[in-house]
């Protein structure tokens, strides 16, 4: 980076502070802090949904799929799409709340002071977790960006980077509440859009200029050269290189488990519509919010095809594939000297904290609302409440930061992160329609998820040492070898070098297997392999000894041969067990044939439906909630919110006295359940949200055209 970019970035830092400190002269209670007044309109909606909802793992997290397998690498993020229609439902849920937290919607739906102060540690856990890992990709980002290498006297460069970013987001968030939180959402998504497309071009060009003959310096033939350089299966959505890890029925697996479980996230009652001034507003800046993500993603995935054609022959991604964004920018923007490498950093910041600042301040309500008013001082003044509200997320910020310098492997608690919903999903999606659903019920839903996904898979093994060793748990999914022959393409010749140079830098270090050996227009043998993964231990096997190849089937292709067998012989389980998998062993299924993404489909059913049943279950044997609460909690949620906050009083008075006149529209009027017909305008937004679902993907493959 030189002089120029340090100002840029500078500069924007500057603004994210000053932002803040304007903010927060306009915040006198907590409803200006955590809510902002609830007078957001569209556009902020949008952004705050926007950045809320775009990690600064993600770009990279795509970046670095779509380098190793082609386009259908996007579904490494796009697997969010079909969540993206339920928003337009979702969001009303959130208006009608009209609460500060999701923990107050636990506390009055099931009449539990306890419930709201377990959600509040449950979001402490996610959201310390989930930001360790935003501070971390970030500061893995910016290495090439800023050209210093790690390691100079043993010194990593994170260790300045996450203080300084979470200092701004603190200086901003702590400060100026969720009115600076959304301003600087709307600055930082415009980033974020940016870094987005920025690359595209100048990459389309740089292919032109390197590769391509004289008078061939356009855009269009830059996209030729891009299909020349990169085979052409790495230009499939639904196929190629990729295709055994995102197949349909586990993207439509993981599309379900996201809804299920993105309902419970804390954020989204900020986010999700709770702080706009409208139902419509709500509606409208959730899912365009979304969308908006949704095309970046495409966005992400074209950028790292270009850096593929482009950079293939950069030993430094070859080392560590998420370095695809830090070394682009630096060899196509950085000889410029225009300041963009400096923007691109900071567009790559603004991922973050625009995600951070969101997540910090619902944290920091929950610990107000749900433990320091409920339990240490509920009859504090709202300037004691806003105070806590920001030492609060002065703790967040901090634990995270800390938590992501201290631990290596922040994208293993990542994963455990996202399955930290299940423990709240089903008492959520069941208690907004059942009547039956009372606390009771919801206790023991929530100690048995706790026990049977979190805590027996790792007590066990520990109680019992030996089940590491035992043979039976020891199978392993059979291993698909699938060889055939193509065209070398130049990006297959840089590939083979760098890794070459690469193994040659650091001998020791884990790249992968060697990529064949390519003479570019000749033809070169792929070799992919899948399989092999562990059935019961979640960290996988070790083999103990000899283990002997035993072939279990075969057959050729056009161009090739596809051969699939196992390995027999003693191993080591490691991690936690899978108790999932358990069940389908006692049900006489043989998961030895399947693959990884179907083995990953199969945790589904246990994790997503067994909280279901068991809340059904005992809600029926326990004593349900007092009646006069039930009638005014879904009269609330059956009374439109109205712009006005003197009307929607009104309204809502008038619908708790007369609780019964806000049942019209319920499609089971006798029941205890609580669907109701759905609005002209439920439908229309729904359908449209998904027929804009298909244009993105229609998007992507007509991108993946241009220039074939």
């Known amino acids: 980076?030189?002089?120029?970019?340090?100002?840029?970035?500078?500069?924007?830092?500057?603004?994210?502070?000053?932002?803040?400190?304007?903010?927060?002269?306009?915040?006198?209670?907590?409803?200006?802090?955590?809510?902002?007044?609830?007078?957001?309109?569209?556009?902020?909606?949008?952004?705050?949904?926007?950045?809320?909802?775009?990690?600064?793992?993600?770009?990279?997290?795509?970046?670095?799929?779509?380098?190793?397998?082609?386009?259908?690498?996007?579904?490494?993020?796009?697997?969010?799409?079909?969540?993206?229609?339920?928003?337009?439902?979702?969001?009303?849920?959130?208006?009608?709340?009209?609460?500060?937290?999701?923990?107050?919607?636990?506390?009055?739906?099931?009449?539990?002071?306890?419930?709201?102060?377990?959600?509040?540690?449950?979001?402490?856990?996610?959201?310390?977790?989930?930001l360790s890992t935003m501070f971390s990709a970030i500061a893995a980002f910016a290495v090439p960006?800023?050209?210093?290498?790690?390691?100079?006297?043993?010194?990593?460069?994170?260790?300045?980077?996450?203080?300084?970013?979470?200092?701004?987001?603190?200086?901003?968030?702590?400060?100026?509440?969720?009115?600076?939180?959304?301003?600087?959402?709307?600055?930082?998504?415009?980033?974020?859009?940016?870094?987005?497309?920025?690359?595209?071009?100048?990459?389309?060009?740089?292919?032109?200029?390197?590769?391509?003959?004289?008078?061939?310096q356009g855009l269009m033939d830059g996209f030729r050269i891009l299909h020349e350089r990169v085979s052409s299966d790495h230009f499939s959505l639904f196929s190629g290189p990729s295709s055994g890890e995102f197949p349909i029925h586990y993207i439509l697996s993981l599309s379900l488990l996201g809804m299920v479980g993105i309902v419970v996230q804390p954020h989204f009652i900020a986010t999700g519509g709770g702080s706009a001034k409208s139902e419509d507003e709500a509606r409208i800046g959730l899912v365009v919010g979304n969308f908006l993500k949704r095309l970046c993603t495409a966005g992400w995935a074209l950028t790292a095809l270009i850096a593929l054609a482009l950079l293939a022959g950069s030993s430094e991604i070859v080392a560590n594939p998420d370095r695809v964004w830090g070394v682009a920018a630096r060899e196509i923007l950085g000889p410029?000297?225009?300041?963009?490498?400096?923007?691109?950093?900071?567009?790559?910041?603004?991922?973050?904290?625009?995600?951070?600042?969101?997540?910090?301040?619902?944290?920091?309500?929950?610990?107000?609302?749900?433990?320091?008013?409920?339990?240490?001082?509920?009859?504090?003044?709202?300037?004691?409440?806003?105070?806590?509200?920001?030492?609060?997320?002065?703790?967040?910020?901090?634990?995270?930061?800390?938590?992501?310098?201290?631990?290596?492997?922040?994208?293993?608690?990542?994963?455990?992160?996202?399955?930290?919903?299940?423990?709240?999903a089903a008492p959520f999606w069941v208690g907004m329609y059942w009547r039956k659903a009372n606390r009771f019920a919801v206790w023991g839903t929530i100690l048995f998820s706790l026990l049977v996904f979190f805590v027996l898979p790792v007590a066990i093994p520990l109680i019992n040492p030996s089940l590491r060793s035992d043979p039976a748990l020891a199978t392993t999914t059979n291993v698909t070898m699938t060889t055939f022959e193509r065209a070398a393409t130049g990006a297959d010749v840089a590939r083979h070098e760098a890794w070459l140079a690469a193994k040659a830098e650091a001998p020791d270090a884990e790249l992968g297997p060697e990529p064949p050996k390519a003479v570019l227009g000749e033809p070169i043998t792929i070799t992919?392999?899948?399989?092999?993964?562990?059935?019961?231990?979640?960290?996988?096997?070790?083999?103990?000894?000899?283990?002997?190849?035993?072939?279990?089937?075969?057959?050729?292709?056009?161009?090739?041969?596809?051969?699939?067998?196992?390995?027999?012989?003693?191993?080591?389980?490691?991690?936690?067990?899978?108790?999932?998998?358990?069940?389908?062993?006692?049900?006489?299924?043989?998961?030895?044939?399947?693959?990884?993404?179907?083995?990953?489909?199969?945790?589904?059913?246990?994790?997503?439906?067994?909280?279901?049943?068991?809340?059904?279950?005992?809600?029926?044997?326990?004593?349900?909630?007092?009646?006069?609460?039930?009638?005014?909690?879904?009269?609330?949620?059956n009374t439109p919110v109205a712009a006005d906050p003197q009307a929607d009083s009104k309204a809502l008075e008038y619908a708790y006295v007369h609780p019964f006149s806000t049942a019209k529209r319920k499609l089971f009027p006798a029941s205890d359940w609580e669907f109701v017909k759905p609005t002209r305008k439920d439908v229309i937004g729904f359908v449209a949200s998904c027929l804009v679902c298909g244009l993105i993907i229609g998007l992507l493959m007509l991108l993946a055209s241009i220039g074939s």
């Open 1 to 130: 980076m030189t002089t120029i970019d340090y100002i840029v970035l500078g500069g924007y830092f500057l603004v994210m502070i000053s932002i803040g400190l304007w903010a927060m002269r306009r915040v006198s209670d907590q409803e200006d802090y955590f809510m902002g007044g609830r007078g957001f309109g569209k556009l902020l909606q949008t952004f705050a949904a926007f950045g809320a909802g775009t990690g600064a793992h993600e770009p990279v997290q795509v970046g670095s799929t779509a380098w190793n397998s082609g386009l259908s690498g996007v579904w490494s993020a796009l697997m969010w799409l079909f969540v993206t229609p339920i928003y337009w439902i979702t969001a009303v849920w959130y208006r009608r709340m009209r609460h500060l937290t999701l923990g107050d919607w636990f506390v009055e739906r099931y009449e539990s002071r306890s419930m709201g102060a377990a959600y509040t540690m449950f979001a402490i856990v996610f959201y310390m977790v989930y």
């Open 145 to 216: 960006l800023m050209d210093i290498e790690t390691g100079l006297g043993g010194y990593d460069l994170k260790y300045t980077l996450i203080p300084a970013i979470a200092a701004v987001v603190i200086l901003y968030g702590v400060l100026g509440g969720l009115t600076a939180a959304y301003w600087t959402d709307l600055i930082q998504g415009l980033f974020i859009i940016l870094l987005s497309v920025l690359l595209i071009p100048y990459g389309l060009w740089a292919l032109a200029k390197r590769f391509g003959g004289e008078g061939q």
């Open 336 to 424: 410029l000297n225009l300041g963009l490498v400096g923007l691109m950093l900071a567009c790559l910041l603004a991922a973050m904290m625009s995600s951070a600042d969101t997540y910090m301040l619902v944290t920091s309500a929950l610990v107000v609302r749900n433990v320091y008013a409920a339990y240490i001082n509920k009859d504090a003044d709202e300037k004691q409440y806003v105070m806590v509200g920001r030492l609060t997320g002065l703790v967040i910020i901090v634990g995270a930061a800390a938590f992501a310098m201290l631990v290596g492997n922040v994208f293993t608690q990542f994963k455990m992160a996202m399955e930290l919903p299940i423990l709240f």
């Open 528 to 637: 992919m392999k899948t399989g092999g993964k562990s059935i019961f231990w979640r960290e996988g096997v070790l083999p103990v000894g000899r283990q002997v190849r035993e072939p279990v089937n075969g057959w050729f292709l056009e161009n090739g041969k596809v051969e699939i067998y196992r390995f027999e012989g003693a191993k080591y389980g490691e991690g936690s067990l899978n108790l999932d998998f358990l069940l389908y062993s006692a049900a006489g299924v043989d998961l030895s044939g399947v693959s990884k993404a179907t083995l990953e489909t199969l945790r589904l059913p246990p994790r997503l439906l067994t909280p279901f049943l068991v809340l059904i279950l005992l809600s029926y044997v326990t004593p349900r909630g007092h009646m006069d609460v039930l009638n005014r909690y879904f009269a609330k949620m």
